[in-house]
């Protein structure tokens, strides 16, 4: 088992669990973290999205969302998320670089809005490993990650990452594109989604700050 909870990252468990989800993220550039998010602070995080604003946001070439405006809980996902033990663990999952920080956004896809992300990479700003955490509420329907190698039709990786605090952590780098399709039915998607990236380092994020 790996969780963030309010005390840090708990991980427990066999190390082969860890060799597990690395021999798969090695043969398929992406795999799944169930339940990072622990239940119970993933309930009080669900609730202060609910009571935040969103504005719609656009990403030229990849397309629409409504975004979070920053608040306390996009702070509290940051500082949960820049913990230099799960730092470690997506270094041993992936075999990535030295990880400086992590950096994302919350999103909310609504059904019928065209909201959604066309095929691109995010190979750049130091980007390393993505990650989406789903924070929806209720099960969706749609709103699927896909990943593949640029020129292919066959994808390395699908997944609907529907499960209440589930994450994924995929490959960015060059020759590999991802996409998240539209979200159908009347649930949106809401997900708290970035990259750990090589630079700059966290610390120097919050010393910046106003």
């Known amino acids: 088992m790996v969780q963030l909870t309010r005390s840090g990252l708990v991980a427990s468990g066999p190390a082969a669990h860890v060799e597990r989800l690395r021999a798969q993220f090695e043969e398929r550039s992406c795999v799944r973290l169930p339940a990072l998010i622990e239940p119970g602070l993933l309930a009080f995080i669900q609730h202060q999205i609910d009571l935040a604003d969103f504005a719609p946001q656009g990403h030229e070439g990849v397309g629409r969302e409504t975004a979070m405006i920053q608040n306390v809980t996009f702070s509290l996902l940051h500082f949960l998320t820049n ?6 663990l997506v270094r041993q999952i992936t075999g990535c670089a ?9 999103y909310r896809l ?3 809005l065209g909201h959604a992300a066309d095929w691109h990479s995010d190979t750049f700003e130091c980007r390393m490993i993505g990650m989406s955490v789903n924070l929806s509420t209720d099960i969706y329907q749609g709103g699927t990650f896909h990943l593949r190698k640029v020129g292919s039709t066959a994808p390395l ?6 499960g209440a605090g589930d994450a994924i952590l995929f ?3 060059k020759g590999l594109e991802h996409q998240v399709t539209a979200v159908e039915g009347t649930t949106p998607k809401t997900a708290f989604a970035g990259w750990f990236r090589s630079q ?3 610390l120097s994020l919050i010393a910046a700050r106003p």
Do not use: Q, S
């Open 83 to 88: 913990d230099t033990h799960l730092f470690e």
């Open 98 to 106: 030295r990880i400086g920080c992590f950096i994302g956004r919350v």
């Open 110 to 112: 609504i059904p019928g």
């Open 157 to 162: 990786c699908e997944i609907a990452n529907t």
């Open 171 to 173: 490959r960015i780098a």
């Open 200 to 202: 700059p380092e966290f």
